[in-house]
C-alpha cells in the first residue's frame, strides 16, 4: 500500500494579534488527531508557524480525500469555536466557507499532499511559513532540484542526473504547465520569477515518481477580499534519487524577499527559524519559515527534527534583520510596500475609494 502525507492548515485565530497559535489550540488539534490514529489515520502531528495551525497526517486514502479533508475541516471549526470564545485575534480568520463539501481546497486552508510507495528509507521534510505567500518556495524550489550550483547531487549522483518535472499553476488565469530540467530551465524560471502569479505546486523525478508537493491557494483572490496571506506548507522527499537532506535545506541560508509580513503588503526577508522562534514580532514578522524532518516508516511519522533550530541558520537569521532593517527604513514606499498590482488584494483599495471623487483630468 502507498502512504499518504497530507499537511492542510489554517489560520483560526491567534495571540496577540496574527503572532502565535494559542497552546491551548495546539492542544486540542493534536488531541483529535490522536483519537483518529489507528482507524482514518496512520500517523500525526500538531505544530504552528506565526498564527497558522498545522496538521500534519499520515494515511493510506490518497490526495484529495474526502474523509481526511472533512477531518482537518472540522478540527479548524472546533478549534476557530474555542479561538472565538477566547477573543483570539481573526478568529476564524482562513475559515471562509461554512459547510464541508468535499474537499477543503477553495475553503480557505491550505493543503499540501502527496501519496507515495514507501522506500527502504522515505526522509521527507515539510516547510511551514507564515506571513508570506505560496510562490515564495518557487526560488527554494529551483535551487534544491534544478541548480547544480546547490544541490552538488545534479552534477555528481546519476540517480539525478536526469533532472526533474516541475508542474506550475496560473493562480490568476487557474491554468497549469508542465516544465522538464535541465533543458526547460530558463523557460522554467521565466515563469517562476514572477511568485504571485505563478507557483510551483509539484516536483517529479522524470519517471513520474513525486519529489515536492506545495500549498499554493491564494486566499485573497478566492475570498475577493483581503483575509491575511496564504501562509503556504510544502512537502519535500530527500536521499536516494532526490535531493539530500542537506541540499534540500541548505538554499535558506541565502535570505531572499517575500511578499507578506506586514497586512500582507510587504516585502521582507524570509528568515528561517526553530520552532521556538515561529512567532511573528517584529513588524508582524519578518515572515518566517520552519522546517521538520522525519523518516516515514510504514506511515509512522519518526520525528520530528526541527531542521532550522540549528547555529549553522544563525548568519542567515541575522541577514535578515540588517535586510529588516533596510526595508522598514523606506515605510509606505515600494519597494518595501508591494506594488500597485498586488495592493489591489490588500486594503489600499479602500482608501482610494475614498478619493475616487477629488480627481480632476489634466488637459489633454
Ligand atoms: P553519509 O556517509 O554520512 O551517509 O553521507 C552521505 C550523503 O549522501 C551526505 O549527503
Ligand atoms: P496572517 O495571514 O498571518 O494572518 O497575517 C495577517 C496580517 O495582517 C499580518 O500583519
Ligand atoms: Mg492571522
Ligand atoms: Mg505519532
Ligand atoms: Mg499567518
Ligand atoms: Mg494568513
Request: negative net charge.
Amino acid at each position: 500500500v502507498k502512504t499518504t502525507v497530507s499537511v492542510i492548515k489554517a489560520d483560526i485565530g491567534s495571540f496577540p494579534g496574527h503572532s502565535r497559535t494559542h497552546p491551548k489550540i495546539l492542544e486540542v488539534a493534536a488531541r483529535r488527531l490522536k483519537e483518529v490514529e489507528g482507524s482514518i489515520l496512520i500517523d500525526s502531528y500538531v505544530t504552528h508557524c506565526g498564527d497558522d495551525l498545522e496538521l500534519i497526517m499520515t494515511h493510506t486514502k490518497g490526495e484529495d480525500n474526502e474523509e481526511i479533508h472533512k477531518l482537518a475541516w472540522d478540527i479548524f471549526m472546533e478549534c476557530a469555536g474555542l479561538a472565538k470564545e477566547m477573543k483570539l485575534y481573526g478568529a476564524g480568520q482562513d475559515l471562509l466557507g461554512d459547510a464541508f463539501s468535499g474537499n477543503v481546497k477553495g475553503m480557505g486552508p491550505g493543503v499540501a499532499e502527496m501519496e507515495f510507495e514507501e522506500r527502504g528509507s522515505d526522509p521527507i521534510l515539510i516547510f511551514m511559513a507564515d506571513k508570506t505567500e505560496p510562490g515564495a518556495w518557487n526560488y527554494f524550489l529551483y535551487k534544491i532540484f534544478a541548480d547544480p550550483f546547490s544541490t552538488s547531487g545534479l552534477v555528481i549522483d546519476p540517480s539525478l542526473h536526469d533532472g526533474f518535472t516541475f508542474e506550475v499553476h496560473d493562480v490568476i488565469e487557474k491554468r497549469k504547465i508542465l516544465f522538464n530540467t535541465p533543458e526547460e530551465s530558463y523557460s522554467l524560471l521565466a515563469y517562476i520569477g514572477a511568485p504571485s502569479r505563478y507557483v510551483i505546486k509539484y516536483v517529479w523525478k522524470r519517471d513520474g515518481t513525486i519529489g515536492a508537493s506545495t500549498s499554493t491557494q491564494r486566499l485573497n483572490l478566492m475570498a475577493g477580499r483581503y483575509v491575511g496571506k496564504d501562509d503556504p506548507v510544502m512537502v519535500i522527499r530527500a536521499q536516494s534519487g532526490f535531493p539530500a537532506v542537506g541540499e534540500v535545506i541548505d538554499p535558506f541560508r541565502t535570505p531572499i524577499l517575500v511578499a507578506g509580513w506586514m497586512r500582507g503588503s510587504h516585502h521582507g526577508p524570509f528568515m528561517p527559524v526553530g520552532v521556538a522562534d515561529a512567532n511573528c514580532t517584529a513588524f508582524d514578522g519578518p515572515p518566517r519559515v520552519i522546517c521538520l524532518g522525519f523518516q516515514v516508516c510504514n506511515g509512522k511519522l519518526i520525528g520530528p527534527a526541527d531542521m532550522f533550530d540549528d547555529p549553522a541558520f544563525n548568519r542567515v537569521r541575522d541577514q535578515c534583520c540588517d535586510l529588516s532593517s533596510v526595508l522598514r527604513a523606506h515605510g509606505p514606499f515600494e519597494p518595501h510596500r508591494l506594488s500597485l498590482e498586488e495592493m489591489e488584494y490588500t486594503t489600499l483599495p479602500g482608501v482610494e475609494k475614498q478619493f475616487k471623487d477629488r480627481w480632476e483630468d489634466l488637459p489633454e
